[in-house]
């Protein structure tokens, strides 16, 4: 079964750019030093970038991308699903709040 992020467009294959554009953006902006309490925040800006529409992937999100009408709401259901993967793999949540926050300061960062 295909998943699709937006109308026409594969949500693996967007996941895979999103997580590929905020770790690049991560590098690109000299995150490193200005985050050094967080080592391999590349990784994480990546793993934020990865799970940040996974509510997308419920049938109801489906229906209403399908048909072009956007799927408002799936950020909190993201949210819940990816805090849980990450508590599963032993990420702290706190470690994943700064991900979010960082994937939400990314994604308003106009690319190169």
Excluded at 85 to 104: G, T, V
């Amino acid at each position: 079964m295909k998943l699709y992020a937006h109308f026409n467009e594969l949500l693996n294959i967007h996941s895979i750019e999103v997580a590929k554009v905020c770790r690049e953006t991560v590098k690109r902006l000299g995150f490193y030093n200005r985050f050094s309490e967080l080592r391999n925040i590349d990784e994480l800006a990546y793993i934020s970038g990865l799970l940040h529409d996974l509510g997308k992937a419920f049938p109801d999100a489906q229906s209403r991308i399908i048909s072009d009408k956007g799927a408002s709401g799936h950020e909190v259901l993201s949210s819940i699903i990816a805090c849980s993967i990450l508590r599963d793999i032993n990420l702290n949540s706190l470690i994943f709040l700064s991900a979010q926050s960082l994937l939400s300061f990314l994604l308003m960062v106009p690319s190169a």
